[in-house]
């Protein structure tokens, strides 16, 4: 037998904490995107007009551009290092025993576990002695390692999912072990490659902790931003800050339709 | 386990020895004299260096175009410039990368460390044409000397004054103490830096026989200090890490008083606010800013060009105007406003004396760890 | 060139050398070696200068437990790390459990929009609340402007309120992913029995939804436990005089103080402390029935 229903408070207070959490979540990106169009140069309410100021400012500053190819420069080397180092790690832990297997999956996963500062302060401390001076090379090396277990753990995954009796097959066949791989494994992992290195990407464009500790010389964007908030805000952050916003709604859209054309043929 | 076992002890083995291999090998690469780098002087200065980029690891307000372009169009280059914040950061960044920068604008507290350390390199000051005309006080000091051979020209010098905001704050301070005044809680900002060490002891008179005992404080006068220190925090909304931070912090009115330098008055006064400064009656502390060429840099020769530019009295004037800091060249007087020459040239011997120069800290240690003990106090 | 290679691939030992070797080897020097390193350096002392002598030492592990400065600031850490977490999970729960149950059309989106934030630089989040919570910035203008209070707040930034704000909203996605992925994970079968049993809808969620999301929350937690430990810009940019943090101590040593051993051995003892806080949480997660938290913490892309 039914019970009388309660007078329903719950789903509507539930929505309202809801709502205020989107809210909470998205108003300060919201506020900075319309505070670029802010002709003054302090950020108060109200805001007297619109003005592209700003973005004319930002664009002028070399230093910010520059920034900006070098962030890119370095996401781009990073991810190709991620994924060249990650796919191979990847197929042996999917399809290999051997010694030491777990251990490996562990370390690759640790400069994602533990904190930047220590993986930043740590590979500070000794890629000089490695010949590696604090520098974009470090940088770069430094992101590579960490990007590597973006790709190993997503095409791990995904070749979990194939089944292996189709290379076994190809193996039958005479196929030598290269040619499995480009025209067996590879076509089937294509979109977790794909998908890992848009993460690794957009990964390596926002790191800083890291960064932090390896930069000397040219910054990359984040580590400009940064700069520029110590020396004194000029709301020119705001202008770079709605670009970046505008990026990554951007890569996550195309990341998203990847994906969902990846599943779709993949089955 | 096994495997685990052998590869950390592996892993230790080898990265003891790495750091071993290191710990000599601190020197860097080019400690020989400038002289082994150069290229035969035939080459002509104004064009073999295009293209180049020079990079200035400096105080904030160093590298301003306002200045820099003229050493830029001469000579056909970029100039590049990283800040730091603080004397200790500056030593931490050279040691860290000291091949990534070319000239380096050390405080005296830090001159000694740097020439000790070999991380800077020694000058031919004949290649310095304005050398004759640096003020001699500056000029002859010991503290940037090593066995017979200077490190260093001198640039700017200046003070850690008060500065308020005169809107907010309508009678001028007379002392430090304003600082703890209940009046201005939360509207105070002190720099993140030892120098506060410094300043307290001046407020507790430790200064008032002997100059150099705000740098060689027994750890009596140290507990005083840290307790002063302590009491203060309420006060302050925001110790400043940069020049530009003290600058943002006035803009917004988020302080009406701190310690700082004269860049920032100058700069926020040319926007349009009305910060003045003063020096209190307890004394002040200065700070004389010295050029040198990192013992790394790969670009000696270009570097010492940049020295030679940036002492001249054209380009001394320009950092004035700019900084608002005093300079070592008094010729620049001869390119300066009447108002200006009244400051930094007429003026400038009198103030000199009234400030009480940082010098090296032995202890520089125990004053940076009484200073993150003050930060962390809750 | 292709025929040399497959010669060579063909022994499938040989093969398996090839595919792991190059990354083996590369984490070794470029990942190992420096935690090692790290580890190393802490047990080393330093000179006058600054510069790291070869002299065995444990002075550094013994004045991090010892003095005040280092103990109270990692206690403090503690604190901020657990408000933190506390409040990202309660603020996450709600939202989750809504997109989950509550819609049914273009659940994606929304979903994608939640990460969207997640996408943008840290450095723009945290800059937002600088701007915002200013003494002369947008929320104390505002709240002048229509008359709620007379002069500005100074609280809201520079304090310890704005810096967890900030950490707040920076990692709410973060924690919210595991616990929707735990919601969406629950078999619609179960709430309909329940329901069918009589069951209220509070005794539902206490009694089916929340023990089996609990794999997710923790998850969650955890991540928003760890990543404030090793937080130090949020509290460079919206911290006071007072909110000083581990991490930012660390910071500190290896940069102006340069006292790298000091430094190194304060972040082994953290590396310690989070393998330790993980390997606890990945078995709390085990034990309610949950899979590691390892896979699926990766970016906003399902894996």
């Known amino acids: ?267 | 386990m096994k495997l685990v076992k052998w590869c950390l002890w592996l892993g230790v083995l080898l990265s003891t020895i790495l750091l071993i291999a290191c710990s000599k090998e601190e020197k860097p690469a080019s400690a020989a004299a400038p002289g082994a780098s150069e290229k035969p002087a035939a080459a002509d200065p104004k064009t073999k260096f295009k293209g180049k980029t020079l990079n200035l690891l400096v105080w904030e307000g160093y590298a301003d175009p306002q200045f820099t372009k003229g050493f830029e169009d001469e000579y056909g280059v970029t100039i590049k410039g990283t800040y730091f914040g603080s004397s200790d950061e500056l030593v931490a960044k050279l040691k860290g990368s000291g091949s990534v920068y070319d000239v380096v604008s050390p405080s005296s507290d830090v001159a000694t460390t740097l020439v000790q350390s070999s991380l800077v390199a020694p000058l031919d000051t004949a290649k310095i044409t304005s050398y004759g005309d640096l003020a001699p006080a500056l000029r002859d000091m010991k503290d940037a000397e090593k066995d017979g051979k200077s490190y260093g020209v001198p640039f700017t010098w200046g003070p850690d004054y008060l500065i308020y905001d005169a809107d907010v704050i309508k009678e001028e301070p007379k002392s430090w103490n304003a600082f703890f005044d209940p009046k201005y809680k939360g509207k105070v900002s002190l720099w993140d830096d030892i120098s506060n060490i410094y300043l307290m002891g001046q407020v507790l008179g430790f200064d008032k026989t002997d100059p150099a005992a705000l740098y060689n404080m027994t750890d009596e006068q140290l507990a005083q200090v840290k307790k002063k220190l302590v009491e203060l925090k309420p006060q302050v909304r925001k110790y400043w890490a940069t020049a530009g931070e003290l600058n943002d912090l006035f803009k917004n009115k988020e302080v009406a008083l701190a310690v700082g330098w004269p860049l920032t008055v100058a700069t926020l006064n040319k926007e349009g606010r009305n910060l003045k400064a003063v020096i209190p009656e307890e004394g002040a502390t200065g700070w004389i800013d010295r050029l040198m060429i990192s013992a790394g840099s790969q670009n000696k020769e270009l570097a010492e060009l940049y020295l030679d530019y940036a002492t001249r009295p054209k380009t001394m004037a320009k950092v004035a105007e700019a900084t608002n800091y005093n300079i070592a060249n008094s010729k620049a007087g001869e390119h300066m406003s009447a108002d200006l020459k009244k400051i930094y040239v007429t003026d400038a011997e009198v103030y000199f004396k009234r400030l009480n120069f940082w010098r090296h800290v032995k202890n520089r240690k125990g004053y940076n760890e009484l200073w993150n003990e003050v930060k962390g106090a809750k | 060139m292709s025929a040399l290679f497959s010669k060579l691939l063909r022994s499938p030992r040989r093969s398996l050398a090839l595919l792991v070797l190059p990354p083996v080897l590369w984490l070794f020097f470029f990942l190992v070696l420096p935690y090692l390193s790290l580890f190393v350096q802490s047990l080393l002392a330093s000179d006058e200068l600054g510069n790291v002598v070869l002299r065995p030492t444990t002075d550094h592990y013994r004045d991090l437990f010892t003095r005040p400065l280092y103990r109270s600031t990692l206690i403090y850490t503690f604190e901020m790390a657990a408000i933190v977490t506390t409040l990202t999970v309660l603020l996450s729960v709600p939202l989750a459990y809504v997109i989950a149950f509550k819609v049914t059309r273009y659940k994606e989106l929304v979903y994608t929009l939640i990460i969207v934030p997640l996408w943008v630089s840290y450095i723009v989040r945290a800059y937002a609340w600088k701007i915002i919570l200013g003494r002369a910035g947008i929320l104390n203008t505002f709240l002048v402007y229509v008359g709620v209070v007379d002069k500005p707040v100074e609280a809201f930034l520079y304090s310890q309120a704005a810096v967890v704000i900030g950490l707040v909203h920076i990692f709410t996605p973060f924690v919210l992913m595991p616990i929707y992925s735990a919601f969406e994970h629950i078999p619609r079968p179960l709430l309909e029995a329940s329901k069918d049993l009589g069951a209220g809808r509070f005794t539902t969620f206490r009694r089916i939804v929340l023990p089996l999301a609990l794999p997710g929350i923790i998850a969650g937690g955890t991540f928003a436990f760890v990543l404030t430990l090793g937080d130090f810009l949020a509290v460079m940019l919206l911290g006071g005089p007072d909110t000083l943090m581990i991490s930012n101590v660390v910071q500190n040593l290896f940069g102006t103080s340069d006292d790298r051993p000091l430094g190194s051995a304060i972040g082994i003892v953290m590396l310690i402390l989070v393998l330790l806080i993980l390997e606890a949480t990945a078995r709390a997660e085990r034990a309610f029935g949950g899979t590691s938290s390892g896979e699926r913490r990766i970016g906003g892309v399902k894996t």
């Not at chain 1, 329903?8 to 809210?23: E, K, N, Q, R």
């Not at chain 1, 109200?46 to 500053?61: E, F, K, N, Q």
């Not at chain 1, 562990?106 to 520098?135: D, E, K, N, Q």
């Not at chain 1, 500790?213 to 931003?225: C, K």
């Open chain 1, 1 to 267: 037998m039914k019970q009388r229903p309660a007078p329903d408070v719950l789903t509507p207070l539930l929505w309202a904490v809801a709502i205020a959490v989107f809210v909470f979540l998205y108003l300060p990106l919201l506020v900075v995107i319309i505070y670029s169009f802010n002709p003054d140069a302090v950020n108060s309410f109200p805001m007297r007009g619109v003005s592209l100021r700003w973005y004319r400012v930002m664009l002028a500053d070399e230093a910010l551009m520059h920034a900006l190819g070098i962030s890119v420069a370095i996401a781009i080397g990073g991810t190709t290092i991620g994924v060249l180092l990650g796919v191979p790690a990847a197929l042996a832990l999917a399809r290999h025993e051997f010694p030491g297997k777990k251990l490996l999956e562990r370390v690759v996963l640790l400069p994602l576990t533990l904190p930047g500062i220590v993986t930043g302060v740590a590979m500070m401390s000794l890629f000089p002695h490695l010949g590696v001076p604090l520098s974009l090379k470090a940088v770069l090396i430094g992101h590579g390692t960490f990007l590597i277990a973006i790709t190993l753990t997503q095409v791990y995954a995904r070749l979990k999912r194939l089944d292996p009796s189709i290379e076994e097959a190809s193996a039958d066949l005479g196929a030598p072990p290269l040619t499995t791989f480009f025209r067996i494994i590879l076509p089937n992992i294509r979109s977790a490659v794909v998908g890992s290195a848009l993460l690794s990407f957009t990964l390596s464009l926002d790191e800083i902790p890291v960064t932090f500790f390896l930069i000397a010389g040219d910054n990359t964007l984040p580590i400009e931003i940064w700069t520029m908030m110590r020396r004194g805000i000029s709301p020119e952050v705001n202008a770079i800050s709605t670009l970046i916003i505008a990026l990554s709604i951007g890569l996550i859209v195309i990341s998203s339709t990847l994906q969902g054309r990846g599943e779709g043929a993949g089955r």
